[in-house]
């Protein structure tokens, strides 16, 4: 499997995610510069968390008609797999990978806190190794995260199962006061209609050694893997 | 052409920002005031299109980038053709 991790000008979680993949496998992803075409023969694209373009205009409006995210737009549309965490999930939205947007945190303020998540369907290659309801700890670290989307879109999200992961108490109970940013029906992270494109807003790739407090968010790279494995490599362009 | 572009929340966005800012406007003793929402607007100058062209092309401008149509609506609004 080939990883290829995107740097835009404002990327802070780029190292973050070049050493998630690296320290879980031994073997460095690719990085690519926005203003690159190249992805580099990857099979997983990651989109990775900060605030490229320094958020001007609306997170991640900028970087989502910057040149590197046509391909990944193409990547996507050949049933390429692609994870956009944070910052990479606003990108996802304006890019129009994934439906709706975030929007500003219910609370104005930038929320920095580990959030526990439950995993909502296992029908996909993110969470396909997990079950369905298993919690899993990983800070969130975001000023725009409360997910909206209009009402059919959400019926539509709902029906087809792709809302991956919710904001939950440490139960694992939907509760207005553990969504703490105040995103529409608890959604922490949804997916694609083709189930390979997964945007989620807590951070997997700070969660993924025990010296990080949990290790959580290893399941979801270690399950991706698998699935491209299983799966086959991504077809590419040229 | 000279042009204002205005964007702005579509109606049931939650605008957590317009809340905060009508409260403080109540706090300083504004007690008439009921909401506010926030939204923002482009001073654009461009060199001269051909007649008629201007504000199909600000639109453009909209749909392309200044709004996101999932959650805001925009105005065009030309100054001086």
Known sequence: ?????????????????????????????????????????????????????????????????????????????????????????????????????????????????????????TNAPFTASLRKGDLLRMPIAHGDGNYYCDEKTLRGLLDEERVAFRYVSPEGRVADEWNFNGSMDAIAGILSENRRVLGMMPHPERASEALLGSTDGAAILRSAAKAIDKNGKVEQNG | MKARVHVFLKEGVLDPQGKAVASALQTLGFEEVLSVRQGKFFDIETSSLPKGANEERLKEYCKKLLANPVIENFKVEVIEP
């Open chain 1, 1 to 121: 499997m080939k990883i290829s991790v995107i740097e835009f000008p404002g990327s802070n979680c780029d190292h973050d995610a070049y050493e998630w993949p690296l320290r879980m496998f031994g073997k460095a992803p690719e990085r690519v510069w926005y203003a690159d075409r190249d992805l580099k023969r990857a099979d997983l694209v990651i989109i990775p968390g900060g605030f490229s373009y320094g958020d001007y205009l609306r997170c991640g409006a900028m970087a989502a008609r910057s040149p590197v995210m046509e391909e990944v737009v193409a990547h996507a549309k050949r049933g390429g797999y692609v994870i956009g965490i944070c910052n990479g999930f606003q990108i996802l939205c304006e890019s129009g990978l994934l439906p709706g947007a975030l929007l500003k945190n219910r609370t104005l303020t930038f929320l920095c806190l580990e959030v526990v998540l439950r995993c909502e369907t």
